[in-house]
């Protein structure tokens, strides 16, 4: 298939981006922190009053690798643009060093091409088209814990519920494309 990214199984290449969301009176400034596997289209997502690379880290370290190593899947590849908050000396830069340290190989877009990591950008649209439009119009939110705890509850939807009519869920949610596939490296592996 033209333009497609290879991801055979879960886990093994996921994308990773920072979004503005807006600022919120009393609040600041808000950033989404995204992670999305390009195998299943499963995303994750946190709040940050900023966009430092430790709030990059921080979303795969409490909230991404987690979730794989409770299904046994190993991420092997994570792909970012080149904003300060992913890239920096590999040794001294607070995301690289994390990284390194998980054993997570760091690819990058090309430069200003942000249609390279497309599994973000489709999933920023999508998020704010679907969460934040509605969500800003419905509640006035006084912290950024207050919009997380609503967009969790979105991303359940996502994840679990909504269907996705792309070639790689053919129909399914996020989650059951993501267990199909972890079911298929199981038989792999035992053939």
Do not use: W
């Amino acid at each position: 298939m033209r333009n497609s990214v290879e991801a055979p199984h879960p886990g093994y290449l996921l994308c990773q981006d920072t979004y503005f969301v807006g600022t919120i009176k009393g609040v600041g400034k808000i950033y989404l922190q995204s992670v999305v596997d390009a195998h299943c289209s499963l995303g994750f997502a946190r709040l940050y009053l900023s966009k430092a690379p430790i709030t990059a880290a921080d979303t795969l370290h409490n909230h991404v690798l987690p979730f794989y190593d409770e299904h046994g899947v190993t991420v092997e590849h994570l792909l970012t643009d080149n904003g300060r908050e992913f890239c920096g000396k590999e040794l001294q830069h607070p995301f690289e060093l994390y990284l390194v340290i998980s054993q997570v190989r760091h690819r990058r877009t090309e430069v200003r091409s942000p249609e390279t990591n497309g599994f973000c950008e489709r999933f920023h649209r999508t998020v704010k088209e679907e969460f934040f439009s509605v969500a800003f119009r419905r509640t006035l939110y006084e912290s950024v814990e207050q919009l997380q705890t609503d967009l969790d509850k979105y991303l359940d939807f996502y994840n679990r519920q909504r269907a996705h009519q792309g070639y790689r869920t053919k129909g399914r949610t996020p989650y059951q494309a993501f267990l199909d596939g972890v079911k298929d490296m199981l038989q792999e592996r035992v053939a």
